[in-house]
């Protein structure tokens, strides 16, 4: 039986990001079980289907003369309407918002078929052919005991900061600041200027520090090393440094936004808290700072959990599934 051959289209930008780690994700749990090649731009014929990795960077003509089905990546839903959270660029946000809106309305509609990696995103899609693929990682990448020693450190990975609940942990860490001197923050990714800028002035006095973009090796030694893990975004299409940080044995702290709270269980696997409340996020760091036992527990059970249900195994299930749906017609 001849396997499937599917286009991937990818596009990279210069900064890394969670579509580049998908990419990534993708090119080790695909061989064996299709024929899947890389470009920059869709081809025309030679392949079974058209997979776009990103709708955010799909184009019009990449459906123009298509004879090929063409399924599309959404990774998130802040296209869909615009909602307020502090930031620097506020205003910017809400104009982005309205652009980006018909864009993703039009290649949604041009499309045969939409993968979403939460059903977050999943219930502001009104395709028909939408398929819920898991995000799988390499657990073995990020693999560490849950007892092994843990520095009083929380990282804040990936770009648009503020989005991630930036300002809600600054003033989170200067409510446990005199408890917890040891205490810092660290956000890592090739943050946008204006954001960066900010945030270094509104965390003055902090042990907060930018650290810019890691290489691949050089990040999961800090998952490795670091206690928490934070994601407090105000919109969040699923939280991928979550499930790389639980893989490593941080304890996953997000807001309940967005698919994060797919990935978190209050108490379980992780901690939750509301968008933008410094208090109670202050309250789950301390927690986790005072408590080994709990630490321990959670560290345990977030890992079982990244083995159990985003695997690269079974992201490769879910996405032979959506190839097959799309395909069927």
Known sequence: ?????????????????????????????????VEAKF?????????????????????????????????????????????????????????IQKIRKRHYLKMIELSDGVIVHSQAVANYVSNQKVFLVRMGIDFTDFLNLPEAPREPLIL???????????????????????????????????????????????????????????????????????????????????????LEGMAAGAIAIGARAGGIPEILEQGKSGMLFCPGDSEELAEKIKAVLESEKLRIKLAKASRELVREKFSLERMREDVLGAYEGVLRG
């Open 1 to 33: 039986m001849n396997k499937l051959r599917v286009a991937l289209i990818h596009r990279p930008g210069k900064a890394i990001t969670g579509v580049d780690s998908y990419a990534g994700f993708l090119k080790k749990a695909l061989p064996g079980v």
């Open 39 to 95: 470009f920059e731009q869709a081809p025309k014929d030679g392949f079974d289907l058209i997979h776009i990795l990103d709708a955010k960077k799909a184009k019009a003509e990449d459906f123009e003369g298509q004879r090929l089905p063409v399924l599309i990546d959404l990774h998130d839903y802040y296209w869909a309407g615009y909602q307020f959270f502090p930031s620097p660029d506020a205003p910017l946000r809400w104009l």
């Open 156 to 242: 804040l990975v990936g770009r648009d900061a503020f989005r991630k609940g930036l300002g809600t942990l600054i003033l989170a860490i200067r409510k446990l600041k005199k408890d917890f001197p040891e205490l810092r923050a660290e956000v890592i990714g090739r943050e946008y200027l204006h954001s960066r800028v900010a945030g270094r002035i509104l965390s003055l006095g902090l042990n907060l520090h930018f650290r810019g973009e890691l290489k691949p090796e050089e990040l999961k030694k800090k998952y490795q090393k670091a206690m928490v893990v934070y994601l407090g975004s105000f919109q969040e299409g699923l939280g991928l440094s979550l």
